[in-house]
């Protein structure tokens, strides 16, 4: 069940974080949000020219690396755990925690939570960031549409996302190997650095990066992920304003029931009805 769930939160709750850090950080910095759902059929060429001073490339830059790489992280604090007892087995898994006593913040995130999450926040930057601004700003004007946006999103994923995750991906595999030990010696902390010189020594380049690791991260990850810039561009504005009307009304509606309750008069006869029943005094 946790890994069913993890499965369908982690694109959910991605798109959903990296939207409300964008908003926020567009807004304390006197921002443009990242092109988002009809924008991204509309002309680059009349947008108004964004400042150039040093300050201004600085907030923008930020907000870039900023925005993909919370949501990236929250990402994976809901799924990493998930992942890693599907890797183990929950038995085993089990057994590695009670032997390392991780801290209760450990035990949240997971092992390995580090290159996990530096595979999401690529996978982030990479679908709603790369994508949608590459195609904006450079993709032929009389070619967008909703096809062309779907395959885009594709090949973004293809050859420029997977092609830096599946090094990420395979950091975290090592790194839980690491941390299960050798046969016989018992669970043990992952150290990164570690991790990466064994790596090279034993397979070089290969350890992180090859065409079947790539070919096999690409069937898995691409029908999903890559197609999230079309789904999260077309499809989710569909119905965006009828739940944002929807909550909206139960909020206004909640918030009127309370400042009612809190403004009801006080009715002091309320306090005299109740009689208080005392024994009789016996002369």
Same mark, same amino acid.
């Given at each position: 069940p946790a890994s069913g769930t993890a499965w369908f939160l982690q694109y959910s709750v991605m798109g959903m974080v990296f939207q409300v850090v964008d908003k926020a950080l567009s807004e304390s910095m006197g921002l443009p949000r990242t092109p988002y759902g009809s924008q991204l059929m509309e002309d680059s060429k009349n947008d108004v020219k964004e400042s150039t001073d040093v300050l201004a490339t600085i907030k923008s830059c930020s907000k870039i690396l900023l925005a993909p790489a919370i949501a990236g992280m929250v990402e994976s604090s809901v799924a990493n755990r998930a992942e890693v007892q599907r890797y183990f087995g929950i038995q085993k898994f089990a057994e590695m925690e009670k032997a390392l006593k991780w801290n209760p913040i450990s035990k949240i995130f997971g092992p390995a939570y580090l290159a996990n999450s530096s595979r999401n926040i690529i996978m982030s930057a990479t679908s709603f960031v790369i994508t949608p601004v590459l195609y904006r700003k450079y993709y032929p004007q009389e070619q967008k549409s909703?096809?062309?946006l779907f395959w885009a999103g594709l090949g973004v994923n293809i050859f420029i996302g997977n092609v830096v995750a599946i090094t990420q991906q395979a950091l975290? #595999?090592?790194a839980l190997d690491y941390a299960a030990g050798a046969? #016989?010696? #018992?669970?043990?902390?992952?150290?990164?650095?570690?991790?990466v010189q064994e790596g090279l020594a034993k397979g070089g380049i290969s350890a992180f990066f090859t065409l079947p690791k790539w070919s096999s991260r690409v069937l898995m990850n691409a029908p999903v992920q890559g197609t999230l810039p079309w789904f999260y561009n077309e499809v989710l504005p569909l119905g965006e304003d009828a739940v944002l009307s929807a909550a909206n009304s139960l909020h206004s509606r909640l918030t009127k029931r309370g400042l009612d309750s809190s403004s009801a008069p006080v009715n002091a006869g309320n306090f005299n009805d109740t009689k208080m029943a005392t024994s009789p005094i016996k002369n």
């Open positions: 909703q096809t062309t975290w #595999g090592r046969p #016989g010696s #018992g669970a043990r902390n992952i150290h990164y650095k570690s991790v």
